[in-house]
């Protein structure tokens, strides 16, 4: 089946570290690709939506200039957290449909657990 | 935009009992319902769907049903067992270009 590779799956580093995130998509283009955060306890909440070729679109309340994204290819997207502090700790992960007809599964990575010292 | 409500938050259930898990969106225009199981420290794992032309859909111990008119759908886990501790969401999508809306969540615990 589809499979969406993610890396890294831990990072722990200093504050104002800036920290990339890659996912790939295996065996299929990823036109879309979404970017989800999850708090501890909580629920995924989007971040941003990624389109190859053009500019991301983010969520309300989440700045561009702090979480950079970047879909330059049709199996690649990246998300930089720029200048990293303890508050952007989080378990990160990006997810893509397979295709934009609706009623699909769409194919999350294994995520990304971001400690900021 | 879409708003998804889910309760429990928290549900504790004697192994071998059944547990139902509730979701209301609020996006008529939703047309994809998924739910996931997701373990500490990994990424959901799909466990049923239901697309919005179908009432029911059972898969062994798990069953989801949807009511449109009502905008709600909902998770039935039989015969529950240890290993089905774990959080559960529900999320609903509106097309397949579009993200999904998660809920907030709900911890089951089957106590054995």
């Known amino acids: 089946g589809a499979v969406v590779s993610q890396h890294p799956s831990w990072v722990i580093c200093k504050s104002g570290t800036s920290v990339k995130i890659e996912c790939r998509s295996l065996?299929?283009?990823?036109?879309?690709m979404f970017w989800y955060r999850q708090f501890p306890k909580q629920s995924l909440m989007l971040m941003a939506t990624s389109n190859e070729g053009s500019k991301a679109t983010y969520e309300q309340g989440v700045e561009k200039d702090k979480f950079l994204i970047n879909h330059a290819s049709l199996t690649l997207s990246t998300l930089t957290v720029t200048s990293a502090h303890p508050e952007d700790s989080s378990f990160y992960i990006c997810?893509?449909?397979?295709?934009?007809?609706?009623?699909?599964?769409?194919?999350f990575g294994d995520g990304t657990r971001l400690s900021i010292l | 935009g879409e708003n998804v409500e889910q309760h429990p938050s928290t549900l504790s259930v004697q192994e071998g009992d059944s547990a139902v898990i509730k979701c209301t969106y609020s996006?008529?225009?939703?047309?994809?319902f998924p739910w996931y199981k997701q373990e500490l420290g990994k990424r959901p794992q799909l466990i049923i769907d239901i697309r919005s032309n179908v009432g029911e859909k059972k898969d062994q111990r798990i069953a989801v049903t949807l009511n449109k008119t009502a905008k709600h759908f909902s998770l039935h886990i039989t015969e529950t067992q240890p290993e089905d501790s774990a959080v559960y969401f529900c999320a609903a999508q509106h097309s397949g270009n579009t993200p999904l809306v998660f809920g907030k969540g709900t911890r089951l615990s089957v106590i054995a």
């Open positions: 996006d008529s225009a939703s047309n994809y």
């Open positions: 997810s893509a449909p397979t295709t934009v007809a609706s009623n699909q599964p769409q194919h």
């Open positions: 065996d299929f283009q990823a036109t879309t």
